[in-house]
């Protein structure tokens, strides 16, 4: 099975992505990246001549920005006609997380995206919180 991985977004979010995918796991080769409305003026037609070219032995992941937004209510219109994972809310987390997993199945994906709403925080509160214990712990021992 061949996997394909394509990081569709509006402006270059996409592109920021996978250039930081490659810096912290290395070069990928199967990622595919689709700038909406910047780079790529016509993303309907750019996501259909992407749609057409995967194999149904293909296993397609589909990242997008936002749930509401054009972008991803593009992609979703191809789930009645393909088969494929699309996740949309990412984070820079959460695609690591999927793009080094070996297996993708929906819990793999549905576990993924429970463990990178955690990492979404406000820090300024978590340190504050750890100030109220407390804690006389330095910022080095909050990371950790």
């Known amino acids: 099975m061949n ?3 394509l990081i569709a977004t509006h402006g270059m979010l996409a592109s920021g992505f996978k250039d930081s995918l490659n810096i912290i796991t290395g070069k990928i080769d199967n990622i595919t990246v689709i700038n909406a409305f910047s780079k790529e003026q016509n993303p309907k037609k750019t996501i259909q001549q992407f749609m057409e070219q995967i194999n149904k032995d293909d296993e397609l992941i589909v990242f ?3 749930m509401g937004g054009s ?4 992609l979703m219109k191809y789930l009645e006609e393909y088969e494929f994972h699309l996740i949309t809310g990412i984070n820079l987390g959460l695609l690591c997380q999927l793009v080094l997993s070996e297996t993708i199945t ?3 994906i549905i576990d993924a995206i429970d463990e990178a709403r955690l ?3 406000y820090v300024n509160e978590e340190i504050e919180h750890q ?3 407390g804690s006389q ?3 080095a021992d909050f990371l950790l």
Not at 71 to 74: A, D, H, I, L, T
């Open 119 to 121: 990492d979404i925080r």
């Open 64 to 66: 997008t920005d936002l």
């Open 131 to 133: 100030s109220l214990k």
């Open 137 to 139: 712990s330095s910022m």
């Open 106 to 108: 929906s819990k793999t």
């Open 71 to 74: 972008v991803n209510q593009m």
């Open 3 to 5: 996997r394909k991985i």
